[in-house]
Structure formats: structure tokens, C-alpha cells
């Protein structure tokens, strides 16, 4: 088998509001690119990483990466150029990688990812399910709105799960999903539209998203902290 991982990573970062894309932007003297790509090299169960990165930063993304962009690298990494919108970003790995037989899409922003829990989803995939995602419970009540603001519904919390990265799908059938053409706010939800089953394995908060500017000081003193 061969695993190639998607690394979205072409995202302006705007809810982050910093002065360089996302992805490039330091946390504990590393950009988060380079912690998730480190991270996923570190589960030692992927084989190549594919990077979309913003097509005028593909070279300063070559440079950051250093050694890891070697082809004698045990893990080779990639750089292609993203799109306006993170599917067209994931469409584009996707067309760099015509030999992966299972792919991950791992978010850039999910920087702190433990490798562990990479592992599980590529052990859960090599044991023949085809699409799985990392979930936890949400603890927040989550109500749905109308556009006044007035409440529509309110899901059964028990039920709901936060859905983070790596997903995990075999590969034709994450293929077959992207040539599908429809929408949806994750890989895993394309996957649904097409009418495939879905599993969610227990997700990890580590695998947290940065986001906004909290959860940029959250990345850097949890960071902080591993690293004493
Ligand atoms: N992403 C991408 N291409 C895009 C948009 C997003 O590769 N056109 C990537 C981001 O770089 C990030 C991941 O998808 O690693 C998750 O997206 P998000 O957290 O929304 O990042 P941004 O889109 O950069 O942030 P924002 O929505 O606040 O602008
Ligand atoms: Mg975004």
C-alpha cells in the first residue's frame, strides 16, 4: 500500500488575522506547516506528503521544508500550488498523487496533531474502512439559526461529534468523490454526498484547529511546554 498525505496549506489564515498566510506563521520559532508535516513524518505511517501551498510561496515553502523536500528523503515531501477554496486545494494533491492507494487530508492549522493519533487513522483504513475521521464530543449545546437569529433546532448533543483531521479515505473512493463535483465543508462530507459510510474513530484535543488568535496563544504555550 501506499499512503500519500494532503497537506492543506493554501489558506490566507483571515479569522487569524496575522500578516502572512496561515500556514506560515510561527508558533514556538517553527511555522505550523512545518510542526504538521513533522508531526505526520513522526507516525511512520506515511509514505509521501503532498503540500498545497499559495502558489506565490511555493518556493519559500520548498526552503522552509529544507531536507524534507529532498527525494532521498524517507519521506519525500511535495509542493503543488493551491486554490481559491480548500477543496480546490485538496483536488490538487490529489492530481499529484496518481500512485496513492489510501490518502490522508491533514489540515496545515492542526499543527500540534499528536502523531499517534495519525496512526490510528491509517490503522483503521488498512483494516479496510474505507473513509474515517477522528471525532470528539462537542461540549458545547449547538443550536441551529434562522437569519433573524431566532432558534430553528436543537441536535441532540449526544450525538454530535467536532470532526478534526487527518481524515483518512481509500484512495479511489476519495477520487471518485472529488470527480463527483459536489460541495461540503470537509473531504469526509464529499465522501457522504457520494453515499459512502463514514466511520469516527475518538479524535485527539491536541488535533485542535488553530484558528483565531486564542487558539494561536493556546498552540504556543502548550508548545512551550512540551519542548521543557
Ligand atoms: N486551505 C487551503 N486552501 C484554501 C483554504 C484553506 O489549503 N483555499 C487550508 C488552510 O491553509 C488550512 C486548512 O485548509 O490549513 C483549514 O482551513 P482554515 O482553518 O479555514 O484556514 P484558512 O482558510 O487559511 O483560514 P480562514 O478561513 O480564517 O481564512
Ligand atoms: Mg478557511
Redesign the pocket.
Same mark, same amino acid.
Given at each position: 500500500s501506499r499512503v500519500v498525505a494532503l %497537506?492543506? +496549506? +493554501? &489558506?490566507?489564515? %483571515?479569522? $487569524?488575522?496575522e500578516s502572512m498566510?496561515?500556514?506560515f506563521v510561527p508558533v514556538g520559532g517553527c511555522p505550523? $506547516?512545518t510542526l #504538521?508535516i513533522d508531526g505526520l513524518i513522526a507516525s511512520g505511517v506515511v509514505d509521501h506528503i503532498v503540500i498545497? +501551498?499559495?502558489a506565490e510561496l511555493i518556493g519559500e515553502a520548498r526552503v522552509l521544508l529544507g531536507h524534507r523536500a529532498d527525494p532521498a528523503c524517507p519521506v519525500p515531501v511535495s509542493v503543488v500550488p &493551491? &486554490? #481559491?477554496? @480548500?477543496? =480546490?486545494? %485538496?483536488r490538487a494533491g490529489i492530481a499529484a498523487a496518481p500512485r496513492a492507494t489510501h490518502f490522508l487530508v491533514h =489540515? +496545515? #492549522? @492542526?499543527a500540534l496533531t499528536p502523531p499517534s493519533l495519525i496512526a490510528r487513522v491509517v490503522a483503521e483504513l488498512t483494516s479496510g474502512c474505507p473513509a474515517v475521521v477522528p471525532g470528539l464530543p462537542v461540549t458545547d449545546t449547538i443550536k441551529s439559526v434562522d437569519s433573524d437569529g431566532t432558534v430553528t433546532g436543537t441536535p441532540d448533543r449526544a450525538v454530535l461529534r467536532a470532526i478534526q !483531521?487527518p481524515q483518512g479515505f481509500h484512495a479511489d473512493l476519495l477520487r471518485a468523490a472529488y470527480a463527483a463535483g459536489m460541495r461540503a465543508t470537509d473531504d469526509a462530507g464529499l465522501v457522504e454526498a457520494f453515499g459512502a459510510q463514514v466511520r469516527v474513530i475518538p479524535g485527539d484535543p491536541m488535533a485542535f484547529?488553530? !484558528?483565531?488568535p486564542l487558539d494561536l496563544r493556546l498552540a504556543r504555550t502548550l508548545l512551550a511546554e512540551r519542548d521543557t
Open positions: %497537506v492543506p +496549506a +493554501a &489558506g490566507r489564515g %483571515v479569522r $487569524l488575522g498566510p496561515k500556514a505550523m $506547516l #504538521a498545497a +501551498a499559495p &493551491g &486554490g #481559491a477554496e @480548500r477543496t =480546490d486545494s %485538496v =489540515d +496545515a #492549522a @492542526r !483531521t484547529k488553530i !484558528t483565531t
